[in-house]
């Protein structure tokens, strides 16, 4: 599996902020896990329809947050969302929607306060990979599916999100390679991996960076 096309993806940590009280005594305060909820299913009510055509496109809430007691109006309320894309297109309409319902569940809370302060939001980008891809003609491409077969493997050209994304997006040449072994169930609980064959991985990278050099021709 040769990496040459860069799957786009933008990352948010979103936190909304708020005074926080007992949840019967101070009744009636914004409560940022309310605003939070909201926002999220406005979130997913309009990417849902953005998703289901057009160039593949993904959304998730991978993590989280906050609130100290069951009987306490949370002072603060944070979650983790990615977002991705092979569009750029895509990626940039997708993460406005995220931002406006973001707004949206702020400012609907804010309009049930009874007392107390307003609910705040904080949205901080963590992450941003530039999508792309290159021509499979490129010297470099060729070469690293030449040092593939060297090992009697076919190389499977493949679009992913790696530290390739910014190169590819500028039209630098560049790609990543695997690192051998074999596994599934990627980021669920499941997750495995065996480290079989792991050892040919690593030559067919040094193969690589010598082919790179002119020290060694693998496509003759």
């Given at each position: ?42 979130f ?23 609130g ?62 530039p ?24 190389g ?12 590819i ?30 050892h ?21």
């Amino acid at each position: 599996r040769l990496v040459t096309m860069g799957l786009g993806s933008v990352r948010y940590r979103i936190a909304f902020t708020g005074p926080g009280g007992h949840s019967w005594g101070a009744f009636g305060l914004v409560n940022p896990a309310h605003a939070m909820s909201r926002a999220v299913r406005y979130f997913q009510d309009i990417a849902d329809t953005l998703t289901r055509n057009g160039p593949r496109t993904s959304y998730n809430v991978g993590r989280i947050g906050g609130g100290t007691s069951v009987n306490s109006i949370p002072a603060e309320t944070w979650m983790e969302v990615d977002m991705r894309s092979e569009s750029p297109e895509s990626l940039d309409r997708i993460e406005q929607v995220f931002l406006d319902a973001m707004n949206r569940g702020l400012n609907e809370e804010n309009r049930l306060r009874r007392s107390g302060g307003p609910l705040t939001l904080e949205n901080r980008k963590v992450g941003d990979r530039p999508s792309g891809s290159l021509e499979s003609s490129l010297p470099l491409i060729q070469r690293a599916l030449a040092t593939t077969a060297v090992f009697g493997v076919s190389g499977e050209l493949a679009r992913s999100s790696t530290d390739s994304n910014v190169p590819i997006a500028q039209g630098v040449p560049a790609v990543t390679i695997g690192r051998g072994g074999v596994g599934g169930a990627g980021h669920s609980p499941g997750e495995w991996w065996i480290n079989r064959d792991g050892h040919l991985a690593i030559q067919r990278a040094l193969l690589l960076v010598v082919a790179e050099a002119g020290l060694a021709n693998p496509i003759s």
